[in-house]
């Protein structure tokens, strides 16, 4: 029977709960970053599986990626090195700005830096009547995945959507960012069927564990 290489496995399924690419991928870490968080990019095989989840590159452009990272195993992991680094720096820019505070300059720096790398690949195309952004160069660039998710970031930021609209997940083994569609800024969890149904069902439970008590007295 035939060994399946790294490249091969059953992909990790990301979740895309954020509402915009750039708060999807911050979320590519699980738990609390403040206690034991889990890393779901270990290496960029990962991170090439993410970007065709998040629709930044064909299956077949990841898999280029994939097996180019497998030849230039260092370029790769510097690769992933960056993408991380603008991952926590976009994190902790919007959740300072979740709590009203400013993002720190060296945070700016990092999202600044990889937005200089990419904005010379961007160009306008058209489709029919309707124009879009495009990225032009090689797709089985290495960091090819930073610029769209720089971009998104620095969109949520000039917006002005990106304070008063991103907030944190507010279960306490979680703390991933979404955007805040609701009218009156309301939304708590980050997926009402997982954070938020794990909330119900705690507080439930500490309701009856409540009223329990109360009739034994």
């Known amino acids: 029977m035939a060994t399946e290489t790294k490249s091969e496995q059953t992909p990790f399924r990301f979740q895309f709960v954020g509402g915009d690419l750039c708060l999807d991928f911050c979320n590519t870490v699980g738990g609390n970053r403040s206690g034991i968080p889990k890393e779901f990019l270990h290496t960029y095989n990962e991170l090439a599986h ?3 989840q998040a629709g930044l590159a064909s299956h077949g452009a990841a898999e280029a990626l994939r097996q180019k990272a497998l030849l230039v195993p260092v370029d790769a992991a510097a ?3 960056r993408a991380k680094e603008l991952r926590e720096a976009i994190y902790r820019i919007f959740l300072a700005l979740a709590h009203d505070r400013s993002p720190a300059e060296h945070d700016l720096a990092i999202l600044n830096g990889e937005l200089a790398r990419g904005l010379n690949r961007m160009r306008v195309g058209r489709h029919g009547k309707e124009f879009s952004w495009h990225w032009r160069g090689d797709p089985e660039q290495l960091d090819h995945v930073l610029a769209p998710v720089a971009r998104s970031a620095a969109d949520l930021l000039v917006s002005g959507r990106g304070r008063g609209h991103v907030n ?12 805040d569609t609701t009218k009156n800024h309301s939304r708590r969890w980050c997926d009402m069927r997982d954070c938020g149904n794990r909330a119900k ?6 309701r009856l564990k409540k009223a329990g008590g109360q009739a034994r007295e």
């Not at 944190?168 to 955007?179: D, M, S």
């Open 50 to 52: 993410w970007a065709e």
């Open 79 to 81: 690769a992933l090195g």
């Open 168 to 179: 944190a997940c507010a279960a306490h083994n979680c703390g991933w960012l979404f955007v």
């Open 201 to 206: 069902v705690r507080a439930h439970r500490q």
